[in-house]
């Protein structure tokens, strides 16, 4: 499974930016995509999560009201829809594959670099 992220950038805050995360390859199933995010000198965070064919849908409670999670079950594509950023949101954003509810996080994408000033 191939995860390509895509949609960083750098905003003011207070501006919204979508990112997208694409899952390509080998037929698979997933049981939920998820979005994680590292900021400078601090450890991986979650962020947020739907499930694919049920659409429930998890936030961090840093996030939660602001960003939003969203699939497209034809394009195998989520995405996070970020409003009223925060100087604090300023972090490398990944998005990944939870293949089966038993499991973890199994395949990641190279994250995409989300920058917002103050």
């Known amino acids: 499974v191939q995860l390509q992220a895509s949609g960083g950038g750098l905003v003011q805050a207070g501006d919204s930016l979508r990112l997208s995360c694409a899952a390509s390859?080998?037929?698979?199933?997933?049981?939920?995509m998820g979005w994680f995010r590292q900021a400078p000198g601090k450890e991986r965070e979650f962020v947020g999560s739907?499930?694919?064919?049920?659409?429930?849908?998890l936030y961090a409670d840093s996030v939660k009201g602001r960003f939003t999670v969203s699939r497209d079950g034809a394009k195998n594509t989520v995405y996070l829809q970020m409003n009223s950023l925060k100087p604090e949101d300023t972090a490398v954003y990944y998005c990944?594959?939870?293949?089966?509810?038993?499991?973890?996080?199994?395949?990641w994408g190279q994250g995409t670099l989300v920058t917002v000033s103050s």
């Open positions: 990944a594959v939870r293949v089966h509810i038993a499991r973890a996080y199994d395949y």
């Open positions: 390859g080998r037929a698979f199933s997933m049981y939920a």
């Open positions: 739907i499930t694919w064919n049920g659409g429930s849908t």
